[in-house]
T-cell receptor, first 111, second 116 residues
Framework: GQQLNQSPQSMFIQEGEDVSMNCTSS?????WLWYKQDPGEGPVLLIA?????ELTSNGRLTAQFGITRKDSFLNISASIPSDVGIYFC???????????FGQGTRLTINP | DAGVIQSPRHEVTEMGQEVTLRCKPI?????LFWYRQTMMRGLELLIY????????DSGMPEDRFSAKMPNASFSTLKIQPSEPRDSAVYFC??????????????FGPGTRLTVL
């Protein structure tokens, strides 16, 4: 089945630093979603992208739909302790009806 | 507005017992999804419904798993008999019917299932 490669698998940063993570696929996607999951909770939708090249922000978070339609990026600026968690990308390829999820990027922030 | 509601939040049972997980989707959403999350396999889609009708159950591991959606506001996932390898967090998610937004799935808090 289709797979998404999400990287890095984990990140250890200092509070205040910017964060970048990405997701790539072997096939063309027409939807990219980014979720955040806190311990003991379900994933929460952060940003949805529907057009190649689209750049969308949600507060300090910015996500982009790659021009090739095979990748997406999530950036977090000026990280704060509450940004800690696992970030998942998810995508929907052409003709598909089911989302495919990446394996997640675990973000840890040192105060 | 209330989000997706799942119950119970935690379930501990013994091997061989029947387990029923419950979900109430967001009002007005017409698609409902059941996922299982483990460290080894990540998030796996088990089954999804559209307008209360099961559309794709190819992710259901085996016949021990069954899911129903008797109406637009309620769904169950049943495991009978349960086995230790079923231990995982089970999530329910729903998505709106709005054209262009039906991919945006909203997750419940999950049910952590432990089978001893």
């Amino acid at each position: 089945g289709q797979q998404l490669n999400q990287s890095p698998q984990s990140m250890f940063i200092q509070e205040g630093e910017d964060v970048s993570m990405n997701c790539t696929s072997s096939s063309i996607f027409n939807t990219w979603l980014w979720y955040k999951q806190d311990p003991g909770e379900g994933p929460v939708l952060l940003i949805a992208l529907y057009k190649a090249g689209e750049l969308t922000s949600n507060g300090r978070l910015t996500a982009q739909f790659g021009i090739t339609r095979k990748d997406s990026f999530l950036n977090i600026s000026a990280s704060i302790p509450s940004d800690v968690g696992i970030y998942f990308c998810a995508g929907l390829s052409q003709g598909a009806q089911k989302l495919v999820f990446g394996q997640g990027t675990r973000l840890t922030i040192n105060p | 507005d209330a989000g997706v509601i799942q119950s119970p939040r935690h379930e501990v049972t013994e091997m061989g017992q029947e387990v029923t997980l419950r979900c109430k989707p967001i009002s007005g959403h017409n698609s409902l999804f059941w996922y299982r999350q483990t460290m080894m396999r990540g998030l796996e889609l088990l089954i999804y419904f559209n307008n209360n009708v099961p559309i794709d159950d190819s992710g259901m591991p085996e016949d021990r798993f069954s899911a129903k959606m008797p109406n637009a506001s309620f769904s169950t996932l049943k495991i009978q008999p349960s086995e230790p390898r079923d231990s995982a967090v089970y999530f329910c998610a729903s998505s709106p019917s709005d054209r262009g937004r039906w991919n945006e799935q909203f997750f419940g808090p999950g049910t952590r299932l432990t089978v001893l």
